[in-house]
């Protein structure tokens, strides 16, 4: 056998060595995360879950859902272990953004702030109807067939 016929062999082999590398770091460190896990830290489950660790068991954990309320866990079932400040941002609604002086609005009257108000210091409604010229068309029409009407001939036949 030549090394061109072998060639695509080896190409594969290769790529599936260098896939299952991958695969078998990030296992290790998803492994690595769970066991690194600590009574009091914030995480979130892969099912979406955020919750509190209370305690950790040989294969499960106990995790706190709710004040009060506890739920066992698979340690796989943890999908990431959380840092305290981003627990309270996501669990607690804690922002950090103020401190860094980014506000966001709450609705939208900041968008609106610079609209032409009428004489009552109300907002300028935009009229969404017909114009006056399109009104008067299918009046003009119904003029018409009024006229055809009165001249005694009806619409039946």
Do not use: C, W
Request: aromatic share 4%.
């Amino acid at each position: 056998m030549s090394l061109v016929t072998l060639l695509p062999f080896i190409v594969l082999i290769g790529a599936m060595f260098l896939m299952t590398r991958s695969a078998k770091k990030k296992q290790q460190a998803a492994a690595q995360m769970r066991n690194d896990m600590q009574p009091g830290t914030g995480v979130r489950t892969i099912g979406g879950m955020y919750a509190t660790v209370k305690e950790i068991q040989d294969d499960t954990v106990i995790l706190e859902v709710a004040p009060g309320v506890h739920a066992v866990y698979a340690k796989n079932s943890i999908g990431a272990v959380l840092d305290d400040a981003e627990y309270n941002r996501i669990v607690h609604g804690d922002d950090e953004l103020e401190d860094e002086g980014t506000v966001v609005p709450d609705d939208a009257s900041s968008l609106t702030a610079g609209e032409a108000t009428d004489t009552d210091g109300d907002v300028a409604k935009i009229d969404l109807g017909k114009k006056a010229e399109d009104a008067d068309a299918p009046k003009d029409a119904e003029v018409k067939g009024s006229e055809a009407k009165a001249d005694g001939e009806g619409d039946a036949k």
